[in-house]
């Protein structure tokens, strides 16, 4: 096959995109997990995955594996910044433990999307995880399922998250700036986003993530307190919190945009390279 219909198979604009395994089989949240699972089995306690996790730093760890031979030219490299890759999320106001913020979302009153919403969207995937995707709001299924990214743009997000070799349950944790819908998915307003933005904070500070990618225009503007394009914000490391922050298409935006989708794969590959350097 040749190059071209190589990338593009890989980009999605083929039959599919192929998941490609063992990528991140040294990612720490996988060694976290094997190494879960031998205590549970030695002790019988439950899955403290589920539990969050301590805000003190692990040791860092050495990604022992280096990405497959791959026939993908990485995209054009930035330089991340010189300082260092790991930092302490800012600590603003106390921090609630899991439990106690799910609820405190799922009870929130402090905007008006609180009238219209059928339910919160607090997160999904692993709080432990090493990778942090945020978008922007639950749309019309996510309200009604009370997940995030669980219809036809989570399904193509999904796809891209197994090509990179991210399983979306156990390497990831998805959010959005939003917990609520706003009606007829119009783009959230400036006081929506401040009522919800401590919840955001906090679950970064709970999962304290290697690296965060935003998804779409709404979720990088609103993260880096820009006004800048997506097309200037995307293949650039940025920093929110301290904590590596890449930029990429929203998956709504792929579902219309399909040329765009190479330049997505080229995203992930700048985060997988981000998240790789920020774990050795
Ligand atoms: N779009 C988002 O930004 N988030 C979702 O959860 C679903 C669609």
Redesign the pocket.
Known sequence: MSRASLLQQEMGLGPAWMARGGWFEQHPAQRLREQTQADDAESGMPDPALEPRSLIPAPQETASVAPPASNFSPPEQPQPAAEPLRAEVATESPLLDWPQLQRKVSDCQDCRLCETRTQT?FGRGNPQARWMLI?????EN?DRQGL????R??QLLDNMLSAAGLDREQDVY?A?VLKCRPPGNRNPAPDEIAACNGYLLQQIRHIQPTLIVA??RF?AQTLLETESSIGRLRGKVHRYQGLPLVVSY???YLLRNQPDKAKAWQDLLLARKVFLQASS
């Open positions: 969207v978008g922007e709001a639950p749309g996510e995030p990214f669980v219809g743009a989570g998805i959005n998804l779409g979720a929203h998956p709504a």
